[in-house]
C-alpha cells in the first residue's frame, strides 16, 4: 500500500472554524429574517453551495443593497472596510460579524499606524478580499500596497517618516521577514508588525517538511483560495510532482502510478470530508 502522509494542519483554521460554525448557528437559530454572507463564507463552493440550500444567501459586493431584503449579514473572516459595515447598516441590515481575530487586529494596527502619521505599507495583495477591507479601515486612504523588494523601491519613498508595515496574514512568513530587513538595511525607520497569522505559517513550514520527503504532493483548496495557492507554490519548489486539486474528482491517479510516497496538505478552507476523502483515494 502506498504510504500517504496528511499535514496534521491540513484543513479548517481556527477564523474559518468560527466562521462555519457562526453560520450554522445563525442557520439553527434562525427566525424568519433572511440570511445573508457577504461574499462566499469560505473559498469552498462546496461548503458555500451546502448553506445555500439551508437558506443562506449570498450577497455580493456589486449587488445593489436596495433590492435586497434586509435580513441578518455575517461578514466573512477575511473582515469587510469600514464603509461596507457602514452602508450595510444603513440599508437596515444586522452585522453578525465572523472576521477572523488575527484580521481584526490588522484593521485596529493600520487605524493606529495612521493616526500616528506613520506611512503604511501592507505586504500582500491588493486585490485581495482581506487586503481590500484592511484598506478600507486607514482614515487617511493613504497606504501602498507591495509584496517584493522591486515593489518598494519603485515607490522611492523619502525618509522624512516611520514606515508602518503590516502584511496580509496568508503571506509568506520568510519572504516578509525578508522583506522587512531589506527595507530595514535601506536605512527606513520602520515599524513592521508580523501579522501573518501563525495558522498559516504552521501550515507553510509543515508543507515545506513533506514535500521535501514525500514522490509526490497533493495539494487540495479552492480555485480561488489565496492561501492553498501559496502551498502549492512551496510545495512545488520541494517536490516537482505537485498537483492542486479541489477534490478526490480531480485526482488523475495515473500521475501516482510509480510513487510510493505521497504527501498531502489542504488549504484553510478545506472540510476535513474532503482530504479524508483524497487520503483514501490515494491509499487505494
Ligand atoms: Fe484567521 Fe489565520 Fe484563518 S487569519 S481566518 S486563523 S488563516
Known amino acids: 500500500m502506498r504510504n500517504v502522509v496528511v499535514a496534521d494542519s491540513a484543513g479548517f483554521c481556527f477564523g474559518v472554524k468560527r466562521a462555519v460554525e457562526i453560520v450554522e448557528k445563525q442557520i439553527e437559530e434562525s427566525s424568519n429574517q433572511p440570511i445573508y454572507t457577504y461574499g462566499p463564507i469560505i473559498h469552498n463552493e462546496i461548503v458555500v453551495s451546502e448553506f445555500e440550500a439551508n437558506g443562506v444567501r449570498v450577497i455580493e459586493e456589486d449587488m445593489p443593497l436596495n433590492d435586497i431584503e434586509p435580513g441578518i449579514v455575517i461578514i466573512r473572516s477575511h ?19 465572523a472576521t477572523c481575530p488575527f484580521v481584526l487586529k490588522i484593521h485596529k494596527l493600520v487605524q493606529e499606524f495612521d493616526e500616528k502619521g506613520y506611512r503604511i505599507i501592507i505586504v500582500g495583495n491588493p486585490s485581495h478580499p482581506e487586503v481590500c477591507g484592511i484598506i478600507g479601515w486607514i482614515p487617511s486612504g493613504q497606504y501602498y500596497c507591495i509584496s517584493t523588494v522591486e515593489e518598494f523601491d519603485a515607490l522611492n519613498l523619502p525618509k522624512d517618516k516611520i514606515i508602518g508595515i503590516v502584511s496580509q496574514t496568508t503571506f509568506n512568513y520568510d519572504k516578509f521577514q525578508e522583506l522587512v530587513e531589506m527595507i530595514r538595511q535601506k536605512g527606513y ?41 501559496k502551498l502549492f507554490e512551496i510545495c512545488q519548489e520541494n517536490c516537482k510532482n505537485t498537483y492542486f486539486i ?3 474528482d480531480d485526482l488523475d491517479l495515473s500521475v501516482l502510478q510509480s510513487i510510493d510516497d505521497v504527501g498531502i496538505t489542504a488549504g484553510a478552507s478545506t472540510p476535513k470530508k474532503i482530504i479524508e476523502e483524497v487520503q483514501e483515494k490515494c491509499q487505494n
Open 79 to 97: 473582515g469587510v472596510s469600514r464603509s461596507v459595515v457602514e452602508d450595510l447598516k444603513a440599508h437596515g441590515f444586522e452585522i453578525v460579524d
Open 189 to 229: 525607520d520602520i515599524c513592521a508588525k508580523n501579522t501573518i497569522c501563525s495558522a498559516t505559517e504552521e501550515r507553510q513550514k509543515e508543507a515545506v517538511r513533506i514535500s521535501q520527503k514525500s514522490e509526490a504532493m497533493i495539494v487540495i483548496g479552492g480555485k480561488s483560495s489565496s492561501n492553498s495557492r
Open 246 to 248: 479541489q477534490t478526490k
